[in-house]
């Protein structure tokens, strides 16, 4: 994000940590963890958990032992990158590393990717992942995008362009709330742009209290923004450009703000209007950032030594001595979740974690090569406060002085029922049942093509129909809107054409009359018709304009290899070089003597540019041991022309990828300018096996050994213990790559009814079958001496007969989970006496009546 820097901090407070949503975690998952993605073989199980960035990797810190219980174990950053972990929905964890711009995303309960990475080098430390109630996005601050993240195995939709560009992205119930460099405020929810809003000052930017969106302008003034028209909900008492708004990752009741030149933190009721100021005897060096707020206390990090400053919102002053925070000077990651404010140092052992009540204690994220251990190390004897306690936790209000009241009296809450709408009712129906609960109604238009419904169509609500919410609150009700054409401007041309028809759209291209300005601006589109957020149907066309020419440049005594590639590059033509004669006094060999067309020329796209250079000898020097990029600088400098050629795989060398082994010719030869140095490097694209049919713990420990990530998933299939799918397949691919291998760690078995699983087996949705035997005689088995039948209801069941007893069978499996399943059926006849028989068919077999046991192989 474009946020307010601190002086000396590398990032802003507020960009740092997530909140992260409870993951269940299932014992049996996670007991052969240590090969499918954690590092340590059985994390504890319990509340009071946050994701916290540990050294070169994430750790799950547990409150309650005060230690990590699992971590990612792949390695996420190098040297002293910064990791910024980030819970989506559905369980799904997303790590960001801001200093090369790569997101990882991974499966909270497993720790192991599950999607494609992103990676976005140009975009370092200017991405940022949000998460909503629904949807988790990417905003990236560079290219002003914000991407929907898609959950596994769905498609990536097209990214929303911000043309204003983006300052930053705040999340508030189902809506991300972007504020432009132009000062817009825009609502972002289901992927695309809701609307628009224009406050009568530029904005400072946006927060969230009492669980709404707020803005805050220059002038102090906050703003609730999720009505249908901003409202103002009080003074801060403090204003201007450099004020930082709190932490929407530590967001509570009071609109916080904190102004690091005054040294003040701003609260404000959005409830009332009331607000008030504390004072904060940080000193000059203090550099503070984005406060928190859990219970009745607020916390404002101070990154100069590192600490935090702990405010008692009902007693309106700072509260004793600021907490020390693990680590050295700098930003440190600073969120309330699980109940908890999380005060984390990333290359420091400990952290701190403050409850809800303000006892502060601090947790051991465990041991690493690179890793400080400040708060070890400097041990004193702690407070009482700050110690493990087995007592039941107290009331805050016993910190509290009975003279001091609260600052404002919060009254009990009605709970209401969102009300069922049907999918299909006209929104404004929708609208008006909703508004007789008690609730507000914001109808939402989504774009997506729905069979059967029409335009005006209700989708679904948010929250759904059956939720207990606060009277008052507002409810979502997505409908089917009109088909809005999306904004290309900003993008190239053909990128532009392929998400006109990802929403089948056509696309007319166009040249602008004038050339372009800057070669950055070369096939961009610059107008489009109709204009972005235009009503239209399927299949109308939208025109494109972009430049397609451009004056050149003047790459007249440039050496020519560079001039060259600077044509082709940045300007999209083709370049042709040739040899001139000796150069002249004053020139070198190599340096270009004349181009044509000649410098300001205006050409287009894909134009012919000649070069002559001057003729001549160059003698390189030896480039083996570095990089191929810095190599061919040196190359290109000489007037040779450079020839990287990727050679032996990286891995086992222990040599970097991308370093030159071989030059040929060798250093120190002359070569005529012009003429080829062929660079060989070592490559990060690596043979990967095909490891179908062999023990997955030896593909793991191969994969792993030549350089692969290896993730294990378990699925179903009569072979155990053997690999039955690979992702990728055998071929070519990055080291890093993440490998998942497929296989059953289940052993099946022959039964009665087929192979399946032997009781006791805790396969996926597995259902046990009991085997049924009655051979009491007499007729008394249903009308026979002797029956049997197979059925997933447990003994003691009332509808089975007291003569039958039953024992467990086999396992079998949920229908349409594994590939050449069979599904079993008990089929019976009414009357006496009663014949069961159990039939392996698709469909219900005739019969008076059935029970579908499950599947078989």
């Not at 691919?733 to 078995?749: C, D, E, Q, R, Y």
């Amino acid at each position: 994000m474009k946020l307010k820097w601190l002086p000396g901090p590398r990032r802003p407070a507020n960009r740092v940590g997530a909140a992260l949503l409870a993951v269940v975690m299932l014992g049996g998952v996670l007991a052969a963890a240590a090969g499918i993605g954690y590092t340590a073989a059985r994390p504890l199980l319990s509340d009071g958990s946050a994701f916290l960035g540990k050294g070169h990797t994430t750790a799950r810190v547990n409150s309650e032992t005060g230690r990590s219980d699992a971590e990612v174990a792949m390695q996420l950053a190098t040297g002293e990158e910064q990791l910024q972990p980030v819970s989506l929905p559905g369980g799904r964890l997303a790590v960001v590393n801001e200093d090369t711009g790569k997101v990882i995303y991974l499966d909270a309960a497993t720790l192991t990717a599950d999607a494609s990475a992103d990676d976005r080098p140009a975009s370092a430390g200017k991405i940022d992942v949000v998460s909503t109630e629904s949807d988790g996005y990417l905003v990236d601050s560079e290219k002003d995008t914000i991407d929907k993240i898609a959950v596994p195995g769905a498609s990536k939709g097209a990214p929303l362009a911000v043309e204003e560009g983006i300052k930053e992205a705040v999340p508030a119930a189902d809506s991300i709330w972007v504020v432009t460099d132009k000062g817009d405020i825009i609502e972002v929810a289901g992927g695309r742009e809701v609307r628009r809003i224009r406050l009568g000052a530029p904005p400072v930017g946006v927060t969230v209290a009492d669980s709404q969106p707020i803005a805050v302008t220059e002038d102090g003034t906050a703003y609730a923004i999720d009505g249908d028209e901003p409202r103002a909900v009080g003074k801060l008492g403090m204003s201007g450009r450099s004020v930082f708004l709190g932490a929407w990752r530590g967001a509570g009741r009071h609109v916080l703000a904190v102004d690091p030149k005054s040294l003040r933190l701003a609260v404000l009721d959005p409830r009332t209007g009331h607000a008030f100021n504390v004072e904060l005897n940080a000193g000059p060096r203090a550099e503070l950032a984005a406060p928190v707020m859990l219970g009745d206390f607020a916390y404002v990090p101070d990154h100069s030594e590192p600490r935090l400053w702990k405010v008692d919102l009902r007693q309106r002053k700072a509260v004793g001595k600021p907490l020390d925070v693990p680590g050295q000077p700098g930003v440190f990651e600073l969120k309330v979740t699980s109940g908890r404010v999380w005060a984390n140092n990333q290359y420091d052992r400990r952290t701190l974690v403050v409850d809800a009540g303000g006892r502060h204690r601090y947790a051991d994220k465990g041991a690493g090569p690179e890793l400080t251990d400040t708060e070890g190390q400097n041990r004193v004897p702690e407070q009482p406060e700050a110690k493990p306690s087995t007592e039941p936790t107290r009331s805050p209000k016993v910190d509290i002085e009975p003279s001091q009241p609260p600052a404002d009296t919060t009254t009990t809450t009605t709970k209401v029922t969102v009300p069922a709408i049907e999918r299909g009712t006209p929104y404004q129906e929708a609208c008006a049942t909703i508004t007789q609960a008690g609730l507000l109604c914001r109808p939402v238009p989504a774009s997506e093509e729905t069979a059967g419904l029409e335009a005006g169509d209700v989708l679904d609500t948010r929250p759904a129909a059956g939720r207990q919410v606060a009277e008052g609150s507002r409810v979502d009700v997505r409908y089917v809107g009109p088909l809005l054409t999306p904004a290309v401007r900003g993008l190239p041309y053909k990128q532009a054409c392929r998400e006109l028809a990802a929403v089948k759209l056509k696309c007319e291209k166009g040249v602008a009359v004038g050339p372009a300005l800057a070669p950055e601006e070369l096939g961009v589109v610059s107008e489009q018709n109709p204009l972005a957020d235009t009503e239209v149907a399927r299949g109308d066309t939208v025109a494109l304009t972009y430049p397609e020419t451009i004056a050149l440049p003047n790459v007249t005594d440039q050496p020519f290899a560079e001039a060259c590639e600077r044509l082709k590059q940045q300007y999209q033509m083709r370049c042709q070089s040739t040899v001139d004669g000796p150069p002249p006094a004053g020139k070198q060999p190599g340096q270009v003597s004349t181009q044509a067309p000649a410098a300001n020329a205006v050409a287009a796209i894909g134009d012919l540019v000649q070069l002559r250079y001057y003729r001549g000898e160059s003698t390189p020097g030896n480039v083996v041991g570095t990089l191929v990029t810095d190599a061919c600088a040196t190359i290109k400098s000489e007037g040779l022309e450079c020839v990287p050629a990727a050679g032996n795989c990286a891995a086992g060398t222990g040599r970097p990828v991308n370093e030159v082994y071989d030059q040929n010719p060798p250093g120190g030869t002359p070569v005529a300018v012009g003429g080829r140095v062929t660079l060989t490097h070592y490559s990060e694209n690596c043979a990967l096996g095909n490891y179908v049919n062999t023990a997955p713990d030896a593909a793991c420990a191969d994969l792993q050994a030549k350089g692969f990530v290896c993730n294990q998933v378990h699925v179903l299939n009569p072979t155990p213990n053997a690999v039955v799918a690979q992702d990728p397949p055998a071929g070519p691919s990055k080291l890093g790559t993440t490998v998942t291998i497929h296989f059953s760690p289940w052993a099946s078995a022959p039964s009665a009814l087929g192979t399946a699983y032997p009781p006791g087996t805790a396969i996926p949705g597995g259902k046990l079958v009991y085997h049924y035997t009655c051979s009491a005689g007499g007729g008394k088995c249903r009308g026979l001496d002797r029956n049997e039948f197979y059925s997933l209801l447990p003994p003691g069941s009332p509808t089975v007969d007291a003569d039958f007893r039953g024992e467990a069978h086999a396992v079998l499996m949920t229908c349409g989970t594994a590939a050449g399943q069979r599904k079993v059926w008990r089929t019976w006849n009414g009357g006496s006496p009663r014949h069961y028989q159990h039939v392996a068919s698709e469909t219900r077999p005739a019969a008076d009546d059935s029970e579908e046991l499950g599947c078989v192989w």
